[in-house]
């Protein structure tokens, strides 16, 4: 499968607690983006990379949200400390800019529930 | 704030009739696409119009854009209940901003 692909899916975790998250993005793609979507709503834009540089940061993103792609390759996500309130899908994506702009394709998504 | 505004929130049609779904932004954009969700899963996505494009056919949808007006509409044909999903317009509007700003979606319900 040469999809995005998320890791894990399902996550479950006490108020408090630190998550990460890793995305896989379609390996010709530059770009990715993480998003996060709340039930009944479209995704927020959280962040983006073009290869390894971070290079938008949405004011969503709070100090406890981190994120990185080291290698240009694959990202994590990380939400230190969770609140009731991070309860949401994140999904990440990915797309190839260049001289003609592209779609991006989602992963399926990790959804997490705090408790 | 979200980019896109998509309506109506809701739609249910029987199977075999048209399904026809609108999308108001606010900005200049470079391209807009239309994406598909299954309920809890991620987002396909189904066809990308470019800012100087009027109209674009992809098997059973059609997507018209009108910049002058900021709206978008897709029209998807001959529905199916397979065609049971949300789903979302999402404005990319280039240089100097990086990402797809998506709008709330429409729910469509196609009745076999």
């Known amino acids: 499968d040469t999809g995005v692909s998320q890791d894990p899916r399902h996550k479950i975790t006490k108020r408090g607690q630190n998550v990460t998250f890793r995305c896989d993005p379609i390996?010709?793609?530059?770009?990715l983006y993480w998003y996060r979507q709340t039930l009944g709503q479209g995704p927020e834009f959280l962040t983006y990379?073009?290869?390894?540089?971070?290079?938008?940061k949405s004011r969503l993103l709070s100090d406890r949200f981190s994120a990185e792609r080291p290698k240009g390759s694959f990202s994590t996500l990380e939400i230190q400390r969770t609140e009731q309130g991070d309860s949401a899908m994140y999904l990440c994506?990915?797309?190839?800019?260049?001289?003609?702009?592209?779609?991006?394709?989602f992963g399926q998504g990790t959804r997490l529930t705090v408790v | 704030s979200q980019q896109g505004e998509e309506d109506p929130q809701a739609l249910s049609i029987q199977e075999g009739e048209n399904a026809t779904m609108n999308c108001s932004y606010k900005?200049?954009?470079?391209?807009l696409q239309w994406y598909r969700q299954n309920s809890g899963r991620g987002l396909v996505h189904l066809i990308l119009?470019?800012?100087?494009?009027r109209e674009k056919h992809s098997g059973r949808l059609r997507v018209t854009l009108d910049t002058s007006k900021k709206s978008s509409s897709l029209l998807i044909t001959a529905s199916r209940a397979a065609d049971t999903a949300s789903y979302f317009c999402?404005?990319?509007?280039?240089?100097?901003?990086?990402?797809?700003?998506f709008g709330t979606g429409t729910r469509l319900t196609v009745i076999p």
């Open positions: 994506a990915s797309s190839f800019r260049g001289a003609v702009n592209t779609e991006a394709f």
């Open positions: 390996s010709e793609h530059n770009r």
């Open positions: 990379f073009q290869n390894e540089a971070q290079l938008e």
């Open positions: 900005t200049s954009i470079n391209n």
């Open positions: 119009i470019r800012s100087n494009e």
């Open positions: 999402a404005t990319d509007v280039g240089t100097g901003a990086n990402n797809l700003f």
